[in-house]
C-alpha cells in the first residue's frame, strides 16, 4: 500500500523510468548468472532491498542503487547519468545566452 501511495504522487513518465531501472538491473545480473544473495552482499544491502530495487520501488535510494551498479561493474553509467555533454537542452540554451559581440581591450598608446 505504502508504493501505491509514493506512485500515485510521481508522474507516470517518472514510475516507468524507475521501473525500467530496475528491470535492467535484473537483467544486468541475471546476464552475469549472478543471486541476488551474491550481489546484495556484494552491494551491502539485504536481498529484500535487491528485490525491491529490481521491482523497481521508487522508495530505494540512490546510494543503494550506487552500491548495487558497482556491484554489477556498471557503476560508469551512474557517473553519465547528468553530465552536461549529453544536455542537448542545455547547452542550446546556454548558446543562446552568448554575447554576439565581444570587444577587445582598448590597447594604450605609448
Sequence with gaps: ??????????????QRAIRKLGQDIRDARRRRRLPTAL?????GISRVTLSKLEKGDP?????????????????DRLN??????????GRMLEEEQL?????GRAVKKE
Excluded at 550481489?39 to 552491494?43: D, I
Design 1 to 14: 500500500m505504502k508504493i501505491q501511495n509514493l506512485d500515485l504522487k510521481r508522474p507516470i513518465p517518472v
Design 80 to 89: 553519465d547519468l547528468a553530465d552536461p555533454q549529453h544536455d542537448l537542452l
Design 99 to 103: 554575447p554576439l559581440r565581444i570587444r
Design 59 to 75: 522508495g530505494v535510494s540512490i546510494g543503494i542503487i550506487g552500491s548495487v551498479l558497482m556491484a554489477l561493474d556498471l557503476l
Design 39 to 43: 550481489v546484495a552482499e556484494r552491494a
